[in-house]
């Protein structure tokens, strides 16, 4: 079974209000790219990648207006897609949502949130009613951020995916799709409001990650099969500010080596040489130096279990990945498609 990772940017941006595609030469969310080219491009990548299922980061927006399943299941029969099921979990503000496309006739996926309700007792009920000790990622989660003493509120701007996967032959798994709050310092007028800003939101995308471990250790304590994918906007060595903390988001989520512990191997290898050539899945261009940033965002953890099975992760970037650079219909979609490029994982279920 091969089951991928892609942030699409500005998704959204190219459906209507009725989920319906606009395939015009009208500009996309992406700079320079038309809304045509990118639903293009977007298919030739999603044809290439032959994916059972795949955690759609950025989805379409679902609100009182728009439906992004809907939109999600048009672009798939458009172009022909064996994913042609949509699932999305707790909506969210920001027109970017969480959902997972898949292929109905290898698996099934019901949205499945666990955690207690916000406003009950540590340990009580959840939705679905089981127990668990950390809240539904939908609430509200208390942690104190800046040794006051004083726990502050955290709360997720796009509330973590949680799924309940069942193959086609009757194997169980549990998905959790992430999209981690962003530490870049956006609206920061001076150096001052940089440093403020940044240590800020690194702050709260640590409580988020610790927030979601609290989660995974509850999966892996009762002996379940885990994986989780997405974008956590952060990575081992990735800025400045990580010092002040002591770990990456990322490597609060993964744990530290043992039982416990979930694995991605790029995440692994960055955390293992801080020097030298290093994976990446995303490609931004910096406008005001004239460059392109590379950096390592986008990850598929996985269980002791999972991970006992020998699953194969590829990044399908188009300059690193062979066979996307020597195909140049799939190089220039996947420049073209998002600035983030898909991680897939092949794996026996």
């Not at 509200?140 to 509120?153: G, H, N, T, V, Y």
């Not at 509330?159 to 962003?182: D, Q, Y």
């Not at 004239?290 to 002791?304: E, K, Q, T």
């Not at 020597?326 to 991680?343: C, G, I, K, N, Y």
């Amino acid at each position: 079974m091969r089951i991928a990772t892609y942030n699409v940017e500005w998704f959204n941006s190219l459906f209507d209000r009725r989920g319906r595609l606009m395939e015009d030469q009208k500009w996309s969310g992406r700079h320079n790219v038309t809304r045509r080219d990118q639903l293009e491009a977007l298919a030739i990548v999603f044809i290439a990648m032959d994916v059972d299922a795949v955690m759609v980061i950025e989805a379409p927006d679902s609100s009182k207006r728009r439906d992004g399943e809907v939109a999600l299941e048009t672009f798939a029969e458009r172009f022909g897609l064996r994913t042609n099921k949509a699932v999305i979990g707790f909506t969210n503000d920001t027109q970017q949502e969480i959902a997972l496309l898949y292929d109905p006739k290898k698996l099934n996926a019901t949205h499945d949130p666990l955690g207690a309700l916000t406003g009950s007792p540590a340990g009580g009920p959840s939705a679905s009613g089981d127990v668990t000790g950390s809240p539904r990622f939908d609430g509200e989660f208390k942690l104190d951020l800046d040794i006051d003493a004083a726990p502050e509120k955290v709360s997720f701007s796009k509330p973590p995916l949680e799924l309940a996967v069942t193959t086609s032959e009757g194997a169980a798994l549990r998905m959790i799709g992430v999209h981690v709050k962003s530490k870049a310092p956006h609206g920061a007028r001076n150096p001052d409001e940089v440093m403020r800003i940044s240590i800020a939101n690194r702050r709260k995308q640590a409580a988020q990650c610790i927030w979601l471990r609290e989660r995974v250790v509850e999966h892996l304590k009762a002996g379940e099969n885990l994986m989780v994918l997405g974008d956590f906007n952060d990575g081992p060595g990735l800025d400045e500010y990580e010092k002040l903390f002591g770990r990456s988001g990322v490597e609060i989520v993964l744990g530290e080596e043992g039982e416990d512990c979930l694995f991605d191997p790029h995440a692994r290898m960055v955390l293992g040489q801080r020097v030298g050539a290093m994976p990446s899945t995303s490609r931004f261009y910096l406008q005001n130096e004239g460059r392109y940033l590379s950096a390592l965002l986008d990850y598929i953890m996985v269980s002791p279990g999972l991970r006992a099975k020998s699953p194969v992760w590829r990044i399908w970037h188009p300059f690193d990945d062979q066979v996307c650079y020597q195909t140049p219909e799939l190089r220039e979609a996947l420049l073209t498609a998002s600035d983030h490029f898909p991680v897939t994982i092949d794996i026996e279920l």
